[in-house]
């Protein structure tokens, strides 16, 4: 199965983490965050990272789920799309 069909994420967190480990400390940043929903923006400077990145990738990889954007496509807003099964694996890790 390819990794962008996997549907739960206790799933997708692990083949992060076999297949993308490097993205291990985004995937926990927005486990962290207190709301339920997220500006993308705001894990990337909590994560310090380089400028262009995106969270797209989680998005793919069926962790994260994009719920709006605004200022003209340049500011997206997250959820978790399986925050139990998120918070299983990053504990079973």
């Not at 480990?21 to 990272?49: D, M, T």
């Not at 262009?52 to 496509?73: C, D, F, H, K, S």
Request: hydrophobic letters at 40%.
């Amino acid at each position: 199965m390819a990794i962008g069909t996997v549907v739960n994420g206790y799933d997708a967190v692990m083949r992060i983490a076999r297949d993308h480990p490097a993205w291990l400390p985004s995937v926990r940043v927005c486990y962290q965050h207190p709301s339920e929903e997220f500006k993308g923006q705001y894990i990337l400077e909590k994560l310090n990272a380089r400028p262009g990145r995106t969270l797209r990738p989680l998005e793919q990889w069926g962790v994260l789920e994009r719920v709006r954007v605004v200022a003209g496509g340049h500011h997206a807003w997250y959820r978790l799309r399986d925050r139990d099964g998120v918070g299983r694996a990053l504990r079973d890790l």
